[in-house]
C-alpha cells in the first residue's frame, strides 16, 4: 500500500514543479513588459534576458516583486502564474511601486511636493525654536480680539469643525477636552494595571474613585472655564453676580447641564455633554436589560460613587488668562515663573493664527500623571480603605491648576519631574 502512496505522490506532485507557467517579466524602469513560459527560475532568467536584451550573465541577474521582495528558487514555485517579475542587472536600483507612483507625480507637479517636503523638514527640525520665532512674529493687531461672535469675526471660526457660535464657548470646549484626555488616559492606565487585573478588591476601589473623578468633573465643568475669558478674575465686586448660579452662566455642550440626570444614569451613559441629554432621557439602557442578575467578578460595570462631591463658588471659577484672553506661560514644572517673560505669551482669541499656535502649549503636571499620580493611587487601592482626603488630592494634583501649568512648549519639560 505504502509502494501505491508513494508512486501516486510522485506523478502528482514531481510534475507540478516542473509544471510550464506563464510570466509577465520587466526591468527595473518598468518601460517593456514581456510574456514567459518557463519551468524553473534559471530558465526564466535566461528567456527573459533575452526578451530586454540584458547581457550580463542570467547568474548575475535578481528578480523581484513588484514590493521589492528578492525571489529564490524555493520561492519561485509558489508563485501565481501571470505575476509581474522584474529583472535587476548588477548596480541597479528595484523601485516600488510607491516609488514609481512618487516620480511619476513629482514630474506632473514638482512644486507641491517640495513644498510638502519642506512642510515635513520644518516640522521635524528643532521645532520648538520654530514656533518661538512664529509666537514672536504673530500679527499683533487687536483690533478684533474683543469681538466675540461668528458673526462679528467670521475668519477666526474659519475651518473650525464647531457649530459654536463664540469664541468664548469654543475655549471653553477645548479646555473641557484637555481635561477629559486626562482622565480618558488615567482610566486606561488603571485598567492595564496588574492591580486592577489581578486584585478584585482593589478594582472596586479603583472603580470607585473612576466615578467619583467623572462625578465631581461634571460638578466642575471639566474646569471649561480655565480658558474662557468671560470668568477671567476681575475687580468687579458685584454682588447679583456672585450671587449668580455658575451653572446658568455655563454653556450648552458643558456636562453641567446634566443636572436632572442621576449620577448612577450618567456613570452608565456614554455621553459626556449637555447636548446628548435628550438621548440619554428618552433612550432605554440596553444594557439594563441584558445586566445578568448577579455580576461576574471581573465585569466592570459603573460604581456608585461613595465619596461627597464639592461644590466651588462663582468666585473659584476662574480663568488663568485675563479679560482679554492673554495667557502668559507659568515656566518649566520645577520654576516659580517662565524665564523667558514677555517673549513666552499669547491670545488664541486674537486671530485664528495665535488661535492655532496656542495648541502648542500644555497644561503640564507639575506631580506627573502616568509615573507618580496614577502608580500612588494603585498602591492605595490595595488598603482596606481609601481615605476620602486622599481620593480629593489625587482629583486636584489630576485636573486642577494646584498641579497643573499651562506652559509654552519650549518650557514643556518631557523629561521626569523630580
Given amino acids: 500500500m505504502s509502494l501505491i502512496v508513494d508512486c501516486f505522490r510522485r506523478l502528482t506532485e514531481s510534475p507540478c514543479k516542473n509544471e510550464l507557467r506563464g510570466y509577465k517579466v520587466t526591468d527595473v524602469s518598468r518601460t517593456r513588459k514581456f510574456g514567459i513560459a518557463c519551468r524553473s527560475l534559471q ?14 550573465d542570467p547568474e548575475e541577474v535578481n528578480v523581484f516583486l513588484v514590493d521589492g521582495s528578492l525571489i529564490d528558487e524555493e520561492y519561485f514555485h509558489t508563485l501565481e502564474p501571470q505575476t509581474t517579475l522584474i529583472l535587476q542587472q548588477p548596480g541597479e536600483k528595484v523601485l516600488s511601486d510607491a516609488d514609481i507612483l512618487y516620480d511619476a507625480l513629482r514630474r506632473v507637479n514638482i512644486d507641491f511636493l ?9 516640522l521635524t527640525e528643532n521645532l520648538k525654536a520654530k514656533v518661538a520665532v512664529l509666537n514672536s512674529v504673530l500679527n499683533k493687531d487687536d483690533t478684533k480680539t474683543a469681538l466675540s461672535t461668528r458673526n462679528e ?30 482622565l480618558y488616559k488615567t482610566i486606561e492606565q488603571i485598567k492595564c494595571s496588574d492591580v486592577y487585573m489581578n486584585d478584585r478588591k482593589a478594582r472596586q476601589q479603583l472603580l470607585r474613585a473612576i466615578a467619583f473623578f467623572k462625578i465631581q468633573l461634571k460638578e466642575d465643568h471639566y474646569f471649561g472655564y480655565y480658558f474662557d475669558r468671560s470668568r477671567a478674575n476681575t475687580d468687579s465686586t458685584d454682588d447679583e453676580t456672585d450671587e449668580t448660579d455658575a451653572t446658568n452662566l455655563c454653556y450648552e455642550h458643558c456636562p453641567c447641564m446634566l443636572g436632572h440626570i442621576s449620577n448612577e444614569r450618567y456613570l452608565q451613559s456614554p455621553a459626556t455633554d449637555a447636548t446628548e441629554s435628550a438621548k440619554i432621557e428618552d433612550e432605554t439602557d440596553a444594557r439594563q436589560l441584558k445586566k445578568p442578575a448577579k455580576a461576574e467578578a471581573n465585569d466592570e460595570e459603573p460604581e456608585s460613587c461613595p465619596y461627597r ?14 479679560n482679554m484672553g492673554e ?25 485664528k493664527e495665535e488661535l492655532v499656535l496656542f495648541s502648542t502649549w500644555n497644561l503640564d503636571h507639575k506631580i506627573e500623571r502616568s509615573r507618580t499620580l496614577v502608580p500612588k493611587l494603585l498602591q492605595i487601592s490595595l488598603q482596606d480603605t481609601i481615605n476620602e482626603k486622599e481620593i480629593y488630592d489625587c482629583y486636584d494634583n ?13 518650557c514643556h519639560d518631557k523629561g521626569t519631574h523630580k
Fill in 43 to 56: 530558465e526564466l532568467k535566461r528567456k527573459a534576458c533575452a526578451k530586454l536584451n540584458i547581457t550580463n
Fill in 114 to 122: 517640495v513644498a510638502g517636503d519642506r512642510v515635513a523638514q520644518f
Fill in 153 to 182: 469675526h467670521p475668519e477666526w471660526f474659519a475651518d473650525l469643525e464647531t457649530n459654536y457660535v463664540t469664541k468664548e464657548a469654543y475655549m471653553h470646549r477645548r479646555c473641557q477636552d484637555r481635561i477629559r484626555g486626562y
Fill in 309 to 322: 462631591v464639592k461644590p466651588r463658588s462663582r468666585e473659584e471659577q476662574v480663568a488663568i488668562c485675563d
Fill in 327 to 351: 495667557f502668559r506661560c507659568e515656566g518649566r514644572w520645577n520654576m516659580d515663573g517662565c524665564a523667558y517673560g514677555d517673549r513666552h505669551k499669547i491670545n488664541p482669541y486674537r486671530s
Fill in 398 to 410: 489630576l485636573f486642577t491648576v494646584k498641579n497643573l501649568k499651562l506652559v509654552h512648549i519650549v
